[in-house]
């Protein structure tokens, strides 16, 4: 089976940014969906309410959040999750997704995604959070690999194992962030296709793509640059072992004219096809 059963392969989509509200209101741009950062739009009423409703009109939505701090030892937070589940009422996205890492600790919350000890007892604790995330949602998550600068020595599992075994524990889907595994493969000297080997066929319900700025001794996942031809070539490998899945470009910083990143879903779509067989769904919604 491809894919995460219950997600479907929505296509091939893009973040949407602020720059490109009114290109993607007024030209209707030929993808089949977008992403958006589900913290962006979780305050009712104004602008980016209002775009995301008349978005929402043509295209199918997926939250994508940044603040549910899977592996924190705070508190789950409900009064986020109580916005995320009101959120999720109005735009009846087809998923919400967030992070396997930790971003609060003592109540101070930060805009970073620390990574997690590869433990026993951190699975134990995110298990018992994603199943409580996904309780007072009402539907599975997908949960997605961070890029990484560090690494814990007390880990006990790679980082694949980790995720394989969150995705089987807690019943959540995984999304695959393919430039975050050759970004953290680069740093920290794993293979990154042996990173996919480990990763289970049947739990991968959407692919990120993306840019990031080379430092010489260190990758940063920046979201700032086009997708470089290693991370292409990655995805080739995660098409062939996963299957077609719903694709999505993020770009975050140094945003360039709508039609680039329109241009970069579309190579997606037709590596996709030329792997897969299949003709490329861009620019034809085939989901609501
Ligand atoms: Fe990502």
Redesign the pocket.
Known sequence: MDGFSGFPHLGHGIGLRPPHYAAVIAEHPPVDWFEVISENFMVEGGNPRRVLRQVREHYPIVL?GVSLSLGSVDPVDEAYLDRLAALAAAVEPAWISD?LCWSSFGGHTAHDLWPLPFTEESLDHVVRRVERVQERLGRRILV?N?SSYVQFASSQLTEWEFLAALAERADCGL?L?V??VYVSARNHGFSAEVFLQGIPRDRVGQY?L?GHSDHGTHLL?T?DHPICDPVWELYRSAVRRFGPVAT?I?RDDHIPPLGEVVAESHRAAEIEASITGTTAPVGHVAWR
Request: charged content about 30%; aromatic content about 0%.
């Open positions: 994508h992070h997605e961070v999304l962030d430039n975050n990120h993306a996942d979201h999505l993020e």
